[in-house]
């Protein structure tokens, strides 16, 4: 059975700062890893995919990286904004017929102004 | 735009009451689930579908059962509800086994049982 960890549990920055999340998982059969974004009281929201044969992928200020081998991801976030505060979860995809959906806690981040 | 739709934001029920919580998505998508996510525990997978009428028993099963009638929509139903299951309840939709394509979420369901 996947585990994903996440690490730190929580991240307190002020604004402007570059900050980088964690994700460890232990079966490193993966199809591909998401990185979602949750803020308070709501669902998920897509930031990244990086499929298996990828390194990274970037989006604006986000920058994900992929180490299958190694079973880590990080989340690198450039120039954080208060706007950036939230929940960041992320999903390793294993797929097969026991397919299902497996996530880390999450880290909560909150960027101080 | 691709959608996950569930039913209610915020729902209160009463103990030993019959609660369904509806999902409905635009995608095509061949795979379903229900999660709930609690403090401290995460998201936990509770059922999930991978083809009209088809489920699988999640991590925590128990009290739940669900429905898949129709392709585009998943139904989580609390048989009696109890306490316990007050919690946020999240849907979600993907696309058939060993796709690349992301994941997609509904904006969840506050469930309070009194």
């Known amino acids: 059975k996947q585990e994903v960890t996440q690490i730190p549990a929580a991240l307190s920055v002020p604004e402007g700062e570059n900050l980088v999340l964690n994700c460890s998982f232990t079966d490193s059969a993966i199809y591909n890893l998401q990185w979602f974004r949750q803020d308070p009281g709501k669902g998920l929201t897509s930031l990244l995919l990086i499929q298996s044969s990828q390194r990274e992928q970037t989006s604006g200020r986000l920058n994900a990286s992929l180490d299958k081998s190694s079973g880590r991801s990080t989340l690198y976030i450039a120039a954080s904004q208060p706007g950036d505060s939230a929940t960041y979860l992320c999903?390793?995809?294993?797929?097969?017929?026991?397919?299902?959906?497996?996530f880390g806690k999450g880290t909560l981040l909150t960027v101080n102004p | 735009d691709v959608k996950v739709t569930q039913s209610s934001r915020y729902l209160v029920k009463r103990t030993g009451e019959k609660v369904f919580l509806e999902c409905v998505q635009d995608m095509d998508h061949e795979n379903m689930f229900w999660y709930r996510q609690d403090p401290g525990l995460g998201l936990r997978l509770i059922y999930f579908s991978y083809d009209v009428k088809m489920k699988e028993k999640g991590d925590i099963p128990e009290g739940y059962s669900v429905s898949r009638e129709k392709k585009e929509r998943f139904s989580l139903i609390l048989e009696s509800a109890s306490t316990n299951q007050t919690s946020m309840y999240l849907c979600?939709?993907?696309?058939?086994?060993?796709?690349?394509?992301?994941?997609?979420f509904g904006d969840g369901t506050r469930l309070s049982i009194l």
């Open positions: 999903h390793p995809n294993s797929g097969g017929s026991n397919y299902k959906l497996t």
């Open positions: 979600a939709s993907s696309p058939g086994t060993g796709n690349n394509q992301p994941q997609h």
